[in-house]
């Protein structure tokens, strides 16, 4: 089929990439500068491009099970149909331009955090990237280090412990968190995604039963709400307990599918210049073998950000949690959402109090939390030890990005953002005075207090002592982690 035809068929189906708005959408649009409204744009756009090239491999689908997998996988990530409003697909923020982050650069200039499906919402962190996450082991715990080890999410929360695989578990969050996609009911996106082009080969790899439900007759009207759903009544899309259940069922399997995207070669592919070095096919840069050495040496940086060991991929994460000492990024839109929304929801009841907290949130308040995975009480005793950690991310593709100028955000909360302020932060945190944000030496020569001091890493960050012209050579270092290098594409 061709691009056209799928289009075609989309819109005699009524099902067209560009929806008609949802009831309530003006209530829910955000007010952008001009800007960042274009670059929106832009991203939406390139996402029903990215949808429309890849509905059209259903016409001719992989015959291998595995692929077929990783197409649903695709095509769910691709499908704004999935939001309570229909504008927004995962890949909203996560594109493969810039290594399956945000790529809106001035949303990651100014605010660190996304809009969610209601355009009013932003969540607390900064999109972290999906390629490699599909890697990161079913959270577990070590204790010779005293580690936690594992699951997805900045706080770990998508253990991986019910469905044995935490970028599955990941996949669930999304759908319903009232920050992003914003849909009221799981069963909201089951029921959407039974409408889509993609449904037969979705019942063909995961059983005729999938979408075998009987829908009430309000559930298009139940699933433009936007979510959270009102305590009295948790589940508003009223199904019998055997659909229910079945409605759970394909969920998962929705979420197995993009686990099976995110651990594919489209997303996870090793094709830096980095492991082309390690495969003897190019050689580094003198630049780039100092900052390499600086890396695995006096910078410390592998410690954390591991580039292998025996028996061990290079990841650029090991899986476990610290507490870098980042300060705060005053430009969440998190800070001043404690007052109710357009729709009654408060996202941030704490306001400018808010402290992220990390894995010990999670392990304090799993329960509270809006989370995909079940929880886990008995860990709740490793909670003070985990207080104001995150998960170490992988350093693959941080510079990834269309162009020069295009501005990336780094750490949890989108504090940092260019490498070269990271690896200063890192060399200077403890040497250089405190100044309040704004100050005009902010990330040269004084660094705001850190978010919170607990549990923070001391014995491999803080104080390098690496010269202006090392910390260059590490950022040069990074930078031979983008994928899809060809020796013949850089120099
Ligand atoms: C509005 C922006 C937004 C949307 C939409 C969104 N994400 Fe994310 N994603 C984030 C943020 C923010 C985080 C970190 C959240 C946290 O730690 O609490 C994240 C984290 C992740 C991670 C964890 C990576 C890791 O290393 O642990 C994966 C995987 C991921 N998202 C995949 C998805 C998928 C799949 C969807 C759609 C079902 C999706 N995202 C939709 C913003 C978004
Ligand atoms: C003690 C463990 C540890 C060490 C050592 C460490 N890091 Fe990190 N790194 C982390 C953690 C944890 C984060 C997330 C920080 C946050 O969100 O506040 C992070 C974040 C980053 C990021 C941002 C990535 C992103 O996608 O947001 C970069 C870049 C980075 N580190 C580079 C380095 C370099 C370069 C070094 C050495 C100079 C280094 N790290 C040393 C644990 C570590």
């Avoid at 009232?178 to 959407?192: H, K, Q, S």
């Amino acid at each position: 089929m061709s691009v056209a035809a799928v289009a075609a068929v989309l819109i005699a189906a009524g099902l067209s990439a560009c929806a008609p708005n949802a009831p309530g959408k003006a209530r829910d649009g955000g007010s952008f500068s001009p800007q960042t409204q274009k670059e929106i744009e832009q991203v939406e756009a390139e996402i029903d491009r990215m949808e429309t090239q890849t509905l059209t491999r259903l016409a001719a689908p992989p015959t291998n099970q595995v692929q077929q997998v990783e197409l649903l996988g695709k095509l769910l990530m691709f499908d704004k149909q999935l939001s309570v409003n229909r504008n927004e697909a995962c890949a909203f923020c996560h594109m493969p331009d810039v290594g399956f982050t945000g790529s809106v650069s001035e949303l990651n200039r100014t605010t660190g955090a996304y809009p969610g499906s209601v355009r009013t919402r932003f969540s607390s962190r900064k999109p972290q990237s999906h390629a490699y996450a599909a890697l990161s082991p079913v959270l577990h715990y070590n204790p010779g280090p005293g580690d936690l080890v594992g699951g997805n999410f900045w706080d770990m929360r998508a253990t991986g412990r019910r469905l044995g695989n935490p970028a599955a578990e990941q996949a669930e969050g999304p759908p319903t968190n009232p920050v992003e996609m914003g849909l009221p009911d799981t069963a909201c996106a089951v029921y959407r995604a039974s409408r889509r082009p993609y449904r037969a080969m979705f019942e063909k790899v995961w059983g005729a039963q999938a979408f075998a439900i009987a829908w009430p007759r309000n559930v298009e009207q139940v699933c433009n709400r936007p979510g959270p759903a009102s305590a009295a009544d948790p589940f508003p899309v009223h199904l019998s307990a055997v659909d229910r259940g079945r409605s759970n069922a394909t969920f998962d399997q929705m979420a197995q599918s993009i686990a099976g995207f995110e651990a594919s070669a489209e997303d996870t592919n090793f094709t830096s210049k980095f492991d082309a070095m390690l495969a003897g096919k190019v050689k580094f840069t003198a630049q780039e073998q100092a900052g390499f050495t600086l890396f695995t040496g006096k910078g410390q940086c592998n410690a954390c950000h591991r580039d292998g060991g025996p028996g061990e991929d290079p990841l650029f994460t090991d899986f476990t949690a610290s507490n870098i000492g980042s300060p705060a990024n005053p430009r969440l839109p998190y800070y001043k959402e404690n007052r109710p929304d357009a729709r009654g929801y408060v996202a941030n009841p704490d306001g400018p109090a808010f402290i992220d907290y990390g894995v010990g949130n999670f392990l304090s308040n799993g329960h509270l939390l809006s989370q995909p995975s079940a929880v886990d009480a008995r860990w709740l005793k490793l909670a003070a030890a985990n207080q104001g950690r995150v998960q170490v991310p992988t350093l693959r593709n941080v510079d990834k990005r269309p162009y020069p100028g295009f501005v990336k955000a780094y750490g949890h909360n989108g504090y940092f953002t260019s490498l070269k302020e990271i690896v200063h932060f890192y060399n200077t945190r403890d040497t250089l005075p405190r100044c309040k944000a704004h100050d005009p030496g902010e990330g040269t020569t004084c660094w705001p207090a850190p978010e919170t001091t607990l549990n923070m890493n001391t014995s491999h960050s803080g104080n390098l002592g690496l010269s202006n012209a090392e910390e260059d050579a590490i950022v040069s270092f990074m930078a031979t982690l983008t994928d899809g290098f060809t020796p013949t594409s850089r120099p």
